[in-house]
């Protein structure tokens, strides 16, 4: 096992023992049996896989300037607690039934409390909805009760604030994307980089080094996780088409019945034929496309150029954050396993 | 004029200017057309209509102890914007198409936006949900940024979590007891308490009085909140099939289109007979009740002497609540403004 897995394993024990504690208290502090239920059933959902990369990457940001302490590692949880809070809602947009290869939250309600009944998934999906806001204030309590130094805390509440708000802005012109047939390469790398690098990467790297008390500047430490998590994103997107859907828990067509516009799409109809691009264009808006014309959209992705595309933009912008990552102050143990951490991500296939 | 309508009167004007400075600032600050777009319309929705009672009640929670300072009142906008976050997500999950008198927010997204067009309503129902949870971060950010020192600021965004955490359970409550078939009484005044009351009355008046940074005891002043602010809701729910539209800027039907199980509903179908109980029952899942039928379940209420009942909660509860008040430590004369802010609260008839 290399330096980094050693150090990331041990944070995520870490990291899974107040997650668990924190999600075990809440499930049961509740003398209302429907409020136990579903705050149960909010505990099951964050706990069941996930590879806790955020708060992971908290203490990582942390621990540049300081070994964190108990307070720091409970507060950590609070971004892995807001992931639920963001995909519970994402698969209500997106309409997805399944997430991580589970039901998704509001399909889970729509089962265990509402036997699947078919004029009961609105209603699942309202129960989806307001569990998703609890998350948010289970994430700012997690933040808010760690024990860390009042001021400390509200520079961590603060920052926890941002993310929500950027990732919420991030979401609104990810939601408008298919509306907006002018959709550009540039507005998605600004998608990727409000809703998937600040919440990812950049917010918790930023966090765990504000919250450790003793980070003077975070500019590259910023510059490195915005970099990084954009190309997570294009890595992502990969993955949804030509991953192994064993491994990524998600079913492979998902993507492209969702209508997403990721930069395989955009660049396969950029470079592609007339014809080839209307191709596309049809399928992403079918909601169902046949297992033969999904062959099809991956040759033309291939063909075009435009997964090579893709897999080149990872890659340059994984170097230059790299650049960024050798100039930030702090540690040079915990910079070398920062970088073997985000090596991992990026060529991770699950 | 009474002495209480000049003291409130003012303490409208204070929050109006704050409140408008505020989501002014974040209408304006991206640099993202469509973001612009939406936080305008968060804006406008904000500050259309609102009788600002929950900022009034924390800033009245405060001057109990000591006046204000503009750092408080800066933060009492916190608990006005969170009525956004609550508000745009109610009315998708009742999918309601008016609040106030005007349209709900999808609604007008969907106008606006999407023109209307049918095959739109979901995307603006997403959008709607996400503009709510911009709304509830600009709610925590609106404390967080109100520069009052850090101790307190933290303990208001404490509280300001803990009102947004049980207001969620208690709209889970709700959103279940249209399905409860033995919702009862007690389960419903839960709900009043948990939905109305904390994030009405009860949570605005202890928040203000937390970060006056001078209370000593608060116990008294949660009494009173809760109370009234289950009082509040009894009428508010008298209002909604009683009350004059025109005045209440809501449909005068829409309660029990809704299916709402409201005292009202609850009291008729247990004391009239097995044909009127059997009546509302069909009336309020019709989901469009004809006038005819509305006269009719109106005149059920009024028979059965639901309709008494619930004015004789009501008015037993605000005496109830008034001797808490009178031992709330504090200001003698805010302490009557309360009072009679109170009184017109439940006296209102918008």
Known sequence: MEEWEDYVKALREEVNLHLREFLDRKAGESQ?????????????????????????LVLLGCDLFRHHTAEIA??????????????IQDDIIDQSDTRRGFPSFHIQVWRDIFNSDPSKRRIAESVGIIASDLSESYSHEAMLEAGLP?????????????????????ELIDVFSSENESFSEADLMRVHLWKTAKYTVEGPLVLGATISGRAKTLQNLSRFGNLLGIAFQI?????????DDKKTG?????????????????????????????????????GNISDDDFTRVKAIMERTGSLDYSRRLAATLVKKSKDYLSRVEGDAKIKRIIEGFSDYLINRES
């Open 250 to 286: 998600k079913p492979i067509k998902s993507d492209i019945n969702e209508g997403k516009k990721t930069l395989l799409v955009l660049k396969a109809m950029e470079l592609g034929s007339p014809e080839e691009a209307s191709f596309i264009s049809r399928a992403i808006r079918s």
């Open 150 to 170: 009042d001021d400390i805390a509200l520079k961590g509440d603060r920052l926890l604030s941002e993310i929500f708000e950027v990732t919420g802005q991030g």
């Open 235 to 243: 890595q992502d997107d990969i993955l949804g088409v030509f991953g």
């Open 74 to 87: 409970k507060a950590s949880i609070s971004i892995e607690i807001s992931q639920s809070y963001f995909l």
């Open 32 to 56: 209302d049996t429907l409020i136990r239920k579903v705050s149960g059933m909010i505990r099951e959902y964050s706990l069941r896989g996930g590879k806790r990369i955020r708060p992971i």
